[in-house]
């Protein structure tokens, strides 16, 4: 089974930008659907981006769609998120999930591999 690692977040002011990777470790990494979800304190966990395990799909969740974009470098074993334009409403620990089902699930129970998450926070 793939082990993910998250990194790249941090503090940054609304309208600033970060890109977060997902490190993956094994030689199936481009066998899996990669997906980046978030949480908030006191909410749900909740469907940010996925991308096809060749990344020639994406999806992106409607509040996130023109600012963000999931991408994949299957030579380097990582997904990153590419995040523009940042939110308060952004503020969240994000997660990226693996999953060998079919591309496209949005439900994170469909998702049998996370990392550790990282903190993205943003300021008004």
């Known amino acids: 089974q793939v082990q993910l690692v998250e990194s790249g977040g941090g503090l940054v002011q609304a309208g600033g930008s970060l890109r977060l990777s997902c490190a993956a470790s094994?030689?199936?990494?481009?066998?899996?659907?990669m997906t980046w979800f978030r949480q908030a304190p006191g909410n749900e966990r909740e469907f940010v981006a996925t991308?096809?395990?060749?990344?020639?799909?994406?999806i992106h969740d409607d509040s996130v769609k023109g600012r963000f974009t999931i991408s994949r470098d299957n030579a380097k074993n990582t997904a990153y998120l590419q995040m523009n334009n940042l939110k308060p409403e952004d503020t969240a620990v994000y997660y990226c999930?693996?999953?060998?089902?079919?591309?496209?699930?949005?439900?994170?129970?469909?998702?049998?591999?996370w990392g550790q998450g990282t903190q993205v926070t943003v300021s008004s």
């Open positions: 094994g030689r199936t990494f481009s066998t899996y659907t």
């Open positions: 999930a693996a999953t060998s089902l079919k591309f496209g699930n949005r439900a994170p129970s469909s998702y049998d591999a």
């Open positions: 991308i096809s395990s060749l990344g020639f799909r994406t």
